[in-house]
């Protein structure tokens, strides 16, 4: 199973620069604790029949230090995927400066965190990703599950030169799974947990330095340079 090591950084870092990055690491599955519960995500792929040729598995994983957690597996029904993820994790998680740099106000600076990856596979062979997004002549925006094993919230403004704008962070985590949107409009960028209509699933076979992985690129370049 092809892997890659964890390419979404942080916007005030690698928001402009495209990294992709390789790796082979093991695979460690996490079962959910005891009795069995689950996070049901359900997606429907924009157009997603036109991919059912080339893709019949859809795997679900966090990136880890040292090996990738696998959370949940399912089959790829014309563009409908049914993942089950657990509702509770307890390993595979990092630290809150793991993820964020400094001059911003945490809740709980305690807080563990990772980001979920989607990709696609034929024969057990990596096909591509699946990213969920709106891209309009206005604006952009990501969107990227983040869990959170406490209630946290993360409330800021930073002027970053690389960016050339203002960025504000205003996310509010629950204990959980929890939907993170990265807004871009004109030279403001924003973090926020307050839904977002708009956005689609899609899939892209480019690889995993195009897009499916730039919202999650835009969350931690401080993850990926000190691993």
Same mark, same amino acid.
């Given at each position: 199973m092809t892997k890659k090591c964890l390419s979404f950084g942080w916007l005030l870092l690698a928001a402009v620069c495209g990294v992709g990055f390789s790796s082979c690491k093991p695979e460690k599955v996490i079962k959910p604790d005891e009795p069995v519960k689950s996070y049901e995500l359900n997606i429907t792929v924009e157009n997603g029949s036109m991919y059912s040729s +080339?893709?019949?598995t859809v795997k679900a994983f966090m990136e880890g230090d040292q090996e990738d957690v696998a959370?949940?597996? $399912?089959?790829? &029904? @014309?563009?409908v995927i049914k993942l089950q993820l657990p509702l509770t994790i307890s390993e595979g998680l990092f630290s809150y400066s793991d993820f964020f740099p400094e001059g911003l106000t945490v809740s709980n600076p305690n807080? !563990?965190? &990772?980001? =979920?990856?989607? %990709? $696609?596979y034929k024969n057990d062979s990596y096909v591509g990703d699946f990213y969920y997004a709106l891209e309009s002549y206005t604006q952009e925006i990501d969107g990227t599950y983040m869990y959170s094993d406490t209630d946290?919230? +993360?409330q800021g403004?930073? %002027?970053?030169? %690389?960016? %050339?704008? =203002?960025?504000?962070? &205003?996310? @509010? =985590? !629950?204990a959980g799974w929890n939907l993170v949107y990265i807004i871009e409009q004109s030279e403001r960028a924003e973090f926020t947990t307050t839904p977002q209509s708009g956005l689609k699933w899609f899939f892209s076979d480019y690889g995993p330095e195009y897009a499916p992985?730039? $919202?999650? !690129?835009?969350?931690? $370049? &401080?993850?990926?340079? @000190?691993?």
């Open positions: +080339i893709i019949d959370l949940a597996t $399912a089959g790829y &029904n @014309n563009g807080v !563990k965190l &990772n980001i =979920l990856y989607i %990709e $696609a946290c919230s +993360i403004t930073l %002027e970053d030169e %690389e960016f %050339e704008g =203002l960025i504000s962070i &205003n996310i @509010n =985590l !629950k992985r730039k $919202a999650h !690129k835009k969350l931690s $370049a &401080n993850f990926a340079q @000190n691993r």
